[in-house]
């Protein structure tokens, strides 16, 4: 009788598993799909006094290549080794995988800077020089980061639920877009010709949207940065001296200030305007 | 003199006393306005221009009047200057200014200090270590920080210890222990990281007690921009630039001053201004210039001094940034109106003869050169003969693939060849993805990068600055609109 037909090689064929299978296709990167397969685990010390947040600290020194990711993939391998089909289908057949929907919007190549930066940085363009604008823009940014934190003047108030003063170097997309939407206007006179007798126009306050808002606020500060005087020279004057009135705007000092209380005014004394009745209908 | 004329001194003068005296009776009292010797002008206005001790006097003379033709017109809103102008060098002072620190960036709790010999052992690569207060001083005494470096964003200027730093060190330190001089040129491509290399061998050699001596740009000494003067009794005649060299000693003795206190002279120096004894200290040495016109005499004793054999002598290191000024002809023009090669220039011939090989220093050394990918004239030779080293350096002994001369160019120079015919080369290129790491991670604690680094962010950086090279990882995660 030959040795194989008993039943102790069947035996042997058996394997004990120590853990359990994973019963779904595990959420996250699928084994041949990962390009990032380097270790590139963190190396900082742990630190006792718990500053850091826990995201950046590691638990240990993990051995190479033990990762989440590996070892998600390692327990796929294990899967089709058993047999088993454990790849997602949205993973398996393309190459990167396929992206997570709904995209975020910084995905997309036309909004992937923040709103309000997009539209400065046109705002700062000349000769449809684009790149060079967004060049200034980042100075601009780089400039708030290590300026010292900003003095407020309790009399020309930031927009409500501004967060304190030295939050905002740190934070210098938000510390542009205070700066500009605390100073925008929140009307604009507009003229409507010959109704107010004698040839003169009427002037009627009309609201503005939050885009005509802001760039009404940033040419009111390009004017006066046009009118400044650069105290060094190179290619980072035009930037400091934009962000040097940024400044000066949320510390109060800027006389942008003052042209958006005089179109303010001019709005408030106008106001009866809006019931004329050469205008009805038209607004 | 008559009673009328002595009384005539006492009177108040003015336009209205008919002064009948003659003019030489009394010059002195007669008011200037009266006694205005008639200069030659063409008009009125012009003649009162001239006279600059002119008072009150009221009016603007003849002002020709009715129409004038009005050239120009258009340009009436000419922009008028507020305000004083800038001093000379005012401006260029605040675009070169440099900052080490920002109040703002997030104090890192785990950011260690160099030490001695941090930057030579293994286990701190792709680590991340802030340089000591005195080190900052001395670096910034020998102008090794540049204002394109993004030393302002943070709160200590700190260093990524990458594995050719150590490297670098390593070798730097087998040389001192073997009391031989090592001879390296740190090549690579743009904003790879070779100044900051330079930066991290000097902050090395300042830890561990050398005497460094750095020229911070190779351009200084060879676009015609510091004085010259010919060398006398020097046959083919040198040239010494006085101004560059006294600055260059001034940086030495700042950045070196504990040093150079506790080295001493070992033969006098009677030629100099003050008469040096031997066992001086060096510092003392460095001291005796003052002006420009003994830079030169003192810089030499001086290098004369650590150069001198059998001496007892901290180990030395030379740098220069910037290869490719020194290693072509220079914008410099002899007496006879011919350019002057840059190795006829005395201080850069110092530099190349050690970068040549033919300096020993007592207690070993080191001869660093670190080329420029940014403005940097072409120099076939010292690339092709950097092409050589390397490929000699990986291939070994053989030299089936070094490079060779081009037959039919004219553009080679033996003297480059010469002096770049023994050096070592350590090539830069991107860091490793554990190395960008750890950066990331600095900068993310820093508060200067806002996302969370993890193995997709940090591959995404490294990707997209070429493979990790540095100073494009920092165009990609800090110099953006996208914070």
New interface residues.
Partial sequence: MPPRLNIWPACRALSIRTRAFAQAAQPGPAAHSRGLADNTTSRLPPSASGALPPSMLPESEPPAYTSKENEAALNQLRMIEYGLSPLDSSVEGHKYGLPELPLPSQKHTKHRYDAVITQVTKLLMRDGKLAKAQRDMAMILNYLRTSPPPKLDPSKPLLPGAPPAHHLPLDPVLYLGLAIDSVAPLIRMRGFKGLAGGGKSLEVPMPLRARQRRRTAFQWILDVVNKKKSKGSGRTMFPHRVAEEIVAVVEGRSSVWDKRLQVHKAGTSNRANLTHSGIKGMI | MSAPNCLRGLVRPSATIPISAPRTAAPRVAPIALVRSAPFSTTAINARRQDPNQQGGGGKGHVRQGKKLKLGKFKKNAVES??KP?LPGE?????KRI?LS?????PV??LKDLDADDLASAKNI??VLALPEEVQDQLRASEAFKPTQCW??FRKPSLLVRKESVDLMNRMQASVDRKQTLRLVVTGDKVTGKSMMLLQAMAHAFLNNWIVIHVPEGQELTTACTEYAPIPNTEPVQYMQPVYVLKLLQAIKRANEKILAKTYTVSGHPELPQNITPNTPLLALCNAAKEPDSAWPVFQALWNELTAQGANRPPILLSLDGLAHVMRVSDYRSPAFELIHSHDLALVRLFTDALGGAVHFSAGGAVLAATSRNNAPRSPSMELSLAQREAEQTAGKEAAEVPQKDPFFRGYDDRVEAVLRSVQVLRLGGV???E???LM?YW??S??L?A??D??T??EKWTLAGSGVLGEMERAAL?????
């Fill in positions: 507020k305000g800038p401006r260029k002072a605040y675009r900052t920002n109040d703002n960036a997030i709790p785990w792709a680590r302002g964003m490793s993805k554990l960008a790491r750890a991670e993310a604690a508060g200067m806002r969370t680094v193995e997709k940090v591959t110099l953006t609109m996208r914070i």
